[in-house]
């Protein structure tokens, strides 16, 4: 029995692409997005849940089999293999599967319940019931949990995974071009649009927004959505869409979906299409219907045959707005229909739009009715136009996160409402205001992100996923020199993995190898490949990455002494760093840039505050703290609160040191701003000490100082 059980959870699994980790008992431990990710994992692993739990209820037993199922979404570690042979299993660490694991306790036999981060993965796919928060042993706080309920009829992945909670921005022109193609086509001039761009751009979006600004004007829609998981069932799309316009429910006998469809034919005397169409919906023959005694090929010819009657006769009755969405999941036999479809347009009431990532090569461009339109990003002002709609029902973003996270987003709106909704939910909770204190660097990518970035990655293997790592290690650009220094691999094997990565829309390049520069082509795919990387490895390569720019790019380390200083902070020589980012800090105020100044020789001192208390230490922390004052009086004031800080910490230190000059100008930092301050007789103190100092060591420099400070 167990053995069929665990047949039948594996076969199932691997149909979904899930890999088996571990048998424990009557349990079964699974993974999606491991060995190799997909865009869409989580919906995998609930797919294959419900499948599962089906299944599993079919076997023959003696007592009816119940599974119950925990499904929660989240980054883990992979480790070492453990163990030898059929034993041996790959070690994940993190806390998805011990939550999966609770959530698995407390599913009611034969039922799938799934952790909160898995249900926003989702989206609207499911139909769901909340079982609302929930206390998990090992979790801190209650956890959202939902049951998942069954496919949901939501019919595009649009509706079901994105939104449209914010306007339209920026597409003024590509929006007037259909409307154009659209006029044309109501005068029988049929067209035929196809619309490009990478994930999450706004293809469907646009479309959405045809439909809405047509909406008042007598007109028919055809919906056909292709989807990744049925680009293998020969016209999956057509099928849907008939079903969608029959009004086919769930439970409809057979006699009522005859029916429906018959109301549904608009062809006269075609009892043939019925038949046909019968047969393409699995529905069985209709008593005394003529029997098709055809051979595969003869039917699938007559069936497009019948399809594109149908088409013809709607379009004589009204214009026709048909959309296939997703072409590059299309299967081949709908592949076959379209390009009859895109022939046949031509002279028909129709507007054909095709929406498709850049993957898909359309065969049709170059036809005179046929338009190719390439959806660019959003420009930066109007990127920040959705950043600002979502945050405004929250709270209030200032301006400076409102840039990054358009900066990051690099204007695909996809992104740009992911990202924004991960800060605004970091956010959440904490004091107005308190947003401008989220760390904005590498603020954590959204798991819908990271899984369909991840997706992209893996599908071009581990050389280039390797270098990938790499680059995202050096930053947002690198150029060929460096990663191939930094790189052990020869360098045709680095090159091709680059030119994968840029064939891919990964990378950008910039001249030609060996003189390229690359660049990631949004910073998320940087920040993605980076996280891929574990703690040790991560050490190891920033030192090879510092140790490359040091031998290769020395000129550039003289340049710009905060990157090299960044590689060693990440590879963890930290006095090294300490003094590369100071160097820094006082090349950055000699051209004035204060801001940048401040930053570096805080991360200075960050990383002397390492050291142990010590009289060397000391005064390294004072040395930066006296070149820091001065910036930061510069930026935000002589009697800043900030500068206040700095110079009371620097003379805290000065007071700690032997007198010596070192500390003098520490002392006259707190003078200045104490009577700026308006606190005179503290400034006179202080004056007074000065003095002392000044004859104490016998330091003219000093005493100068001291005069001044009266
Ligand atoms: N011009 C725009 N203004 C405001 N929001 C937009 C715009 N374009 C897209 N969006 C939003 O960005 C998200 C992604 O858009 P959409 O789903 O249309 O992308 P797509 O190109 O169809 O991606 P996919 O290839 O994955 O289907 C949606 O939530 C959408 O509402
Ligand atoms: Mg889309």
Redesign the pocket.
């Known amino acids: 029995m167990i053995g069929a059980y665990h047949r039948c959870v594996a076969d199932t699994v691997g149909r979904f692409a899930g890999f088996v980790a571990k048998y424990m008992g009557d349990g079964v431990l699974v993974y999606f997005g491991y060995p190799s990710a997909h865009e869409d994992d989580a919906e995998r692993a609930v797919r294959a849940g419900l499948v599962v739990i089906e299944a599993v209820g079919r076997l023959p037993a003696p007592k009816p089999v119940n599974v119950r199922l925990g499904v929660a979404s989240g980054l883990v570690v992979v480790g070492d293999l453990i163990g030898k042979g059929s034993a041996q299993e790959q070690a994940v660490v993190g806390e998805t599967p011990n939550l999966a694991a609770r959530l698995q306790g407390m599913a009611q036999p034969a039922t799938l319940v799934i952790a909160d981060s898995t249900r926003r993965q989702v989206g609207g796919l499911f139909d769901v019931r909340d079982l609302g928060q929930q206390a998990l042993k090992g979790f801190p706080g209650a956890a959202r949990v939902w049951q998942v309920l069954g496919e949901s009829s939501i019919v595009s992945?649009?509706e079901a995974?994105?939104?449209?909670?914010?306007?339209?921005?920026?597409?003024d022109e590509e929006l007037a071009l259909l409307l154009r193609r659209w006029d044309q086509a109501k005068a029988c001039e049929g067209r035929v649009v196809l619309l490009s761009?990478?994930?999450?751009?706004?293809?469907?979006?646009?479309?959405?927004?045809l439909r809405e600004r047509i909406a008042g004007e007598p007109h028919r829609w055809l919906g056909y959505f292709c989807s990744p998981h049925h680009s293998e069932s020969a016209l999956h799309p057509i099928i849907g869409q008939l079903e969608r316009a029959a009004d086919f429910e769930r439970d409809d006998g057979t006699a009522a979906k005859w029916r429906k469809l018959a109301l549904l034919l608009a062809a006269d005397g075609a009892a043939d299409d019925m038949a046909l169409l019968s047969d393409l919906l699995s529905l069985p023959a209709e008593p005394g219907a003529a029997a098709l005694d055809l051979t595969p090929q003869q039917k699938k010819e007559r069936t497009f045959e019948a399809l594109l009657r149908e088409l013809e006769v709607l379009a004589r009755q009204q214009p026709v707005l048909m959309v296939f969405?997703?072409l590059h999941w299309m299967d081949p036999t709908s592949r076959e229909l379209l390009d009859r479809v895109v022939a046949r347009v031509e002279h028909l009431a129709v507007l054909l739009i095709a929406?498709?990532?850049p993957e898909f090569q359309p065969p049709w461009v170059g036809q005179a009715h046929v338009t190719m339109l390439a959806?660019s990003r959003?420009g930066r002002r109007?990127g920040a136009?959705?950043v600002q709609r979502l945050a405004a029902s929250a709270a209030a973003l200032p301006a400076e996160i409102v840039d990054e996270i358009v900066e990051r987003s690099d204007g695909?709106?996809?992104f740009?409402?992911e990202v924004t909704k991960v800060v605004l939910e970091a956010a959440a909770g904490t004091a107005p205001g308190a947003v401008a204190a989220i760390p904005g660097a590498r603020a954590a990518v959204p798991a819908t992100l990271q899984a369909?970035l991840l997706a992209r990655l893996d599908r071009l293997g581990p050389a280039a996923r390797e270098i990938a790592q790499t680059g995202a290690a050096i930053g947002r650009d690198f150029s060929y020199d460096l990663i191939a220094a930094v790189v052990p691999r020869n360098k045709t094997k680095t090159l091709a993995a680059l030119d994968r990565l840029v064939a891919a829309g990964l990378l950008f390049r910039l001249g030609a190898p060996p003189a390229a520069d690359y660049q990631f082509k949004h910073a998320l795919v940087q920040d993605t490949a980076y996280e891929t990387l574990l703690r040790g490895p991560r050490q190891v390569l920033h030192g090879r990455i510092a140790a490359a720019i040091e031998a290769h790019v020395s000129d550039r380390a003289a340049r710009e002494p905060e990157i090299l200083a960044y590689h060693l902070s990440e590879a963890g020589q930290f006095e090294r760093a300490a003094v590369l980012w100071r160097t820094a800090g006082k090349q950055a105020v000699r051209r004035a840039a204060n801001r940048e100044a401040i930053s570096h020789f805080q991360r200075a001192l960050a990383l002397v505050e390492r050291q142990p208390e010590a009289t060397d230490r000391w005064r390294a922390e004072l040395a930066i703290l006296t070149q820091l004052a001065p910036t930061m009086m510069g930026v935000h004031g002589w009697s800043a609160p900030e500068a206040g800080e700095v110079v009371e910490r620097a003379a805290e230190i000065g007071r700690r040191l032997e007198n010596s000059p070192d500390i003098a100008p520490a002392i006259a930092n707190l003078w200045l701003f104490n009577l700026s301050r308006g606190r005179i007789d503290r400034a006179e103190e202080i004056s007074a000490d000065l003095f002392r100092m000044a004859r104490a060591l016998d330091d003219n420099d000093i005493l100068l100082q001291a005069h001044h400070s009266i």
């Open positions: 992945r649009f995974l994105r939104s449209r909670e914010t306007p339209l921005v920026g597409r761009a990478e994930p999450g751009i706004g293809k469907s979006r646009l479309v959405e927004a969405e997703d929406t498709f990532r959806l959003l109007d136009a959705p695909v709106p996809l740009l409402e369909s």
